[in-house]
């Protein structure tokens, strides 16, 4: 999935996450992350984005993560929906995600 | 923020009610909101252009400005704090300036709440002690700008700087470059993005790079967001003098003493004497403070003034161009400027603008 676009999904608020996409400067995905649990749950919350990522086939992008201590069934919610509004899609394969 | 005791939801009681409002369009709300600002340490910033309020039983408890893509003017009612209400604003906000196109967004608040705003997924880019702070929500950008200018890094032991906005280039903007260039090792200049003048950036900074074309030791970057930018100094744009008094200046200032200046090696930073504009004027008097006296992690920049160039014993300013060309003075026109922008001029001029 080609991201073209700035999109977020998602809150500030507490055990939500705000997650900003837009389209990668150089081809890779940058990840970026801010959490109030990162000592705790940094990588894991890294490797739920990226396997998001991954299943939605998203191999270029910018990415910013404000988590408020979300669980990783909601990370995957927020990644997928700001994704999927950057990447302006349309048809949709629910069977990936 | 405080913490709620545990197993109590502070929310449980709260009824909120969020909207926008245009303050043009609805006067009334605008004395509420003056209030509710007054009560924080908070002036009404006139650049506002609307705002997100937050009502309970009818009262506004909280309020959020937006100028496009800069955040102003936060406020939460004194007996709402540590509440969730501060993260459900600030949501409200951010999906407002995205539904606007604004992702990548600026805030200003006082330096004393820049914990809070840091819940909002903020990160403090530059700090005038006391008064304010600027942050901004992408922390990927200010390091990448930071990261491309320094590839154009020159050696040398003196490293010049100069903003300008060249509205439009003139002989005087190249007087002070010339000057400059001779004693520097290398010589850095912005053009300033903000598309609020006369002419557009294409044609300003097409016409500054035309006109320093054959001086070896310059460079001639482009403006961001982060020189002289609506967002680092808005009174600029305003041409508010008391704007500028008030320290955002300071901000604009900072922002290139502690980013952008080392990221080139930038050692001294040239500025014509500014006897016309008055905005300009107070910005190149508060220019030396900032960049030299005020404390700062980041090494002390000089400040060279440039005595302005005369032609027919007259001060050689963009402002004055712009004047005889409004007049159809081409004549006059001629004396001020250089070839290039001459002709940009002259073509400007028979397409009637």
């Given at each position: 999935?080609?991201?073209?676009?700035?999109?977020?999904?998602?809150?500030?608020?507490?055990?939500?996450?705000?997650?900003?996409?837009?389209?990668?400067?150089?081809?890779?995905?940058?990840?970026?992350?801010?959490?109030?649990?990162?000592?705790?749950?940094?990588?894991?919350?890294?490797?739920?984005?990226?396997?998001?990522?991954?299943?939605?086939?998203?191999?270029?992008?910018?990415?910013?993560?404000?988590?408020?201590?979300?669980?990783?069934?909601?990370?995957?919610?927020?990644?997928?929906?700001?994704?999927?509004?950057?990447?302006?899609?349309?048809?949709?394969?629910?069977?990936?995600? | 923020?405080?913490?709620?005791?545990?197993?109590?939801?502070?929310?449980?009681?709260?009824?909120?009610?969020?909207?926008?409002?245009?303050?043009?369009?609805?006067?009334?709300?605008?004395?509420?909101?003056?209030?509710?600002?007054?009560?924080?340490?908070?002036?009404?910033?006139?650049?506002?252009?609307?705002?997100?309020?937050?009502?309970?039983?009818?009262?506004?408890?909280?309020?959020?400005?937006?100028?496009?893509?800069?955040?102003?003017?936060?406020?939460?009612?004194?007996?709402?704090?540590?509440?969730?209400?501060?993260?459900?604003?600030?949501?409200?906000v951010l999906k407002l300036a995205a539904a606007r196109g604004h992702h990548d967004l600026f805030l200003y608040c006082r330096p004393d709440t820049v914990q809070w705003f840091r819940g909002w997924a903020f990160y403090p880019l530059v700090e005038v002690p006391g008064v304010i702070t600027l942050m901004?929500?992408?922390?990927?950008?200010?390091?990448?700008?930071?990261?491309?200018?320094?590839?154009?890094?020159?050696?040398?032991?003196?490293?010049?700087?100069?903003?300008?906005?060249?509205?439009?280039?003139?002989?005087?903007?190249?007087?002070?470059?010339?000057?400059?260039?001779?004693?520097?090792?290398?010589?850095?200049?912005?053009?300033?993005?903000?598309?609020?003048?006369?002419?557009?950036?294409?044609?300003?900074?097409?016409?500054?790079?035309?006109?320093?074309?054959?001086?070896?030791?310059?460079?001639?970057?482009?403006?961001?967001?982060?020189?002289?930018?609506?967002?680092?100094?808005?009174?600029?744009?305003?041409?508010?003098?008391?704007?500028?008094?008030?320290?955002?200046?300071?901000?604009?200032?900072?922002?290139?003493?502690?980013?952008?200046?080392?990221?080139?090696?930038?050692?001294?930073?040239?500025?014509?004497?500014?006897?016309?504009?008055?905005?300009?004027?107070?910005?190149?008097?508060?220019?030396?403070?900032?960049?030299?006296?005020?404390?700062?992690?980041?090494?002390?920049?000089?400040?060279?003034?440039?005595?302005?160039?005369?032609?027919?014993?007259?001060?050689?300013?963009?402002?004055?161009?712009?004047?005889?060309?409004?007049?159809?003075?081409?004549?006059?026109?001629?004396?001020?400027?250089?070839?290039?922008?001459?002709?940009?001029?002259?073509?400007?001029?028979?397409?009637?603008?």
């Amino acid at each position: 999935m080609e991201i073209v676009k700035n999109a977020i999904a998602g809150t500030l608020e507490s055990s939500d996450v705000l997650v900003k996409v837009s389209p990668s400067q150089d081809g890779t995905v940058t990840l970026h992350i801010q959490s109030e649990v990162i000592k705790q749950f940094g990588k894991q919350i890294r490797a739920t984005v990226m396997q998001t990522l991954e299943a939605l086939s998203v191999s270029a992008a910018t990415i910013v993560v404000s988590d408020k201590g979300a669980l990783d069934c909601v990370i995957r919610a927020r990644v997928q929906a700001a994704v999927l509004r950057a990447a302006d899609a349309q048809d949709l394969d629910w069977n990936v995600l | 923020m405080t913490d709620a005791p545990p197993g109590i939801d502070l929310n449980a009681d709260i009824k909120l009610d969020f909207h926008t409002v245009s303050l043009t369009e609805s006067p009334e709300v605008e004395a509420e909101i003056r209030s509710l600002l007054h009560d924080n340490g908070l002036d009404l910033d006139e650049q506002v252009e609307t705002f997100v309020v937050c009502r309970e039983k009818g009262r506004i408890v909280g309020c959020a400005g937006l100028d496009r893509d800069v955040v102003k003017d936060v406020a939460v009612a004194p007996s709402l704090r540590g509440t969730a209400v501060s993260l459900r604003l600030g949501s409200v906000v951010l999906k407002l300036a995205a539904a606007r196109g604004h992702h990548d967004l600026f805030l200003y608040c006082r330096p004393d709440t820049v914990q809070w705003f840091r819940g909002w997924a903020f990160y403090p880019l530059v700090e005038v002690p006391g008064v304010i702070t600027l942050m901004e929500n992408n922390p990927l950008n200010l390091p990448r700008y930071v990261e491309t200018l320094s590839r154009e890094r020159r050696p040398g032991t003196t490293i010049g700087g100069i903003v300008m906005n060249a509205n439009p280039f003139t002989l005087g903007h190249r007087f002070v470059a010339e000057s400059a260039a001779k004693v520097c090792d290398w010589l850095h200049v912005f053009v300033v993005k903000e598309e609020a003048a006369e002419f557009s950036y294409s044609d300003r900074f097409r016409l500054v790079t035309e006109g320093l074309a054959d001086i070896a030791n310059v460079t001639v970057h482009h403006g961001s967001r982060y020189i002289i930018s609506r967002a680092t100094f808005p009174g600029y744009f305003l041409k508010d003098k008391a704007a500028v008094e008030h320290g955002f200046c300071g901000i604009d200032l900072l922002m290139f003493r502690e980013h952008i200046a080392p990221a080139l090696g930038i050692n001294r930073r040239y500025v014509g004497n500014e006897p016309l504009d008055a905005t300009t004027s107070s910005y190149n008097a508060a220019m030396k403070h900032w960049l030299s006296e005020a404390p700062s992690a980041s090494a002390p920049i000089e400040t060279i003034v440039i005595e302005r160039l005369t032609v027919d014993g007259a001060p050689v300013s963009a402002s004055n161009v712009r004047a005889l060309l409004a007049r159809g003075d081409l004549g006059g026109v001629e004396k001020l400027v250089p070839p290039t922008t001459f002709a940009f001029l002259r073509q400007y001029q028979q397409a009637g603008r």
